[in-house]
């Protein structure tokens, strides 16, 4: 009886001690009134996409979106903001851990609004 129960206790514990620990968190990036490519579309670049969008040997995505002109051309072919913008379970919707906030999302159409200031 002690044995079953010191087994669920662990059990429980493992189970909701790794709760979504391969999911990052999204978080809104501050950006002050003129949104550049290196203060804020890097930041949310970096840390929403570039775990499958890279250049290794054997990446995930398709395409790169590492450098400034990755991430520019993504925008102004229209996939990027169409993708990142559509509802969480919606097929193509990027990044698959979780849509971006809308204000990181308005942040990228801001910039490329703004003429894509580096």
């Not at 087994?7 to 003129?34: K, R, Y």
Request: aromatic content about 8%; charged content about 15%; glycine content about 4%.
């Amino acid at each position: 009886m002690i044995i079953r129960l010191t087994t669920v206790i662990i059990l429980v514990f493992a189970m909701f001690s790794c709760a979504n620990s391969n999911e990052p968190e999204l978080e809104d990036v501050i950006c002050e009134d003129t949104f550049t490519y290196t203060d804020c579309v890097k930041t949310i670049i970096s840390s929403n996409c570039v775990q499958c969008h890279n250049s290794e040997a054997d990446p995930i995505a398709p395409f790169p979106l590492e450098t400034y002109t990755q991430v520019k051309n993504a925008v102004e072919s229209g996939n990027l903001v169409h993708f990142i913008s559509l509802a969480d379970g919606t097929a193509g919707a990027m990044p698959p851990s979780g849509r971006l906030t809308q204000s990181n999302i308005d942040i990228i159409s801001s910039w490329a609004d703004s003429g894509f200031v580096e």
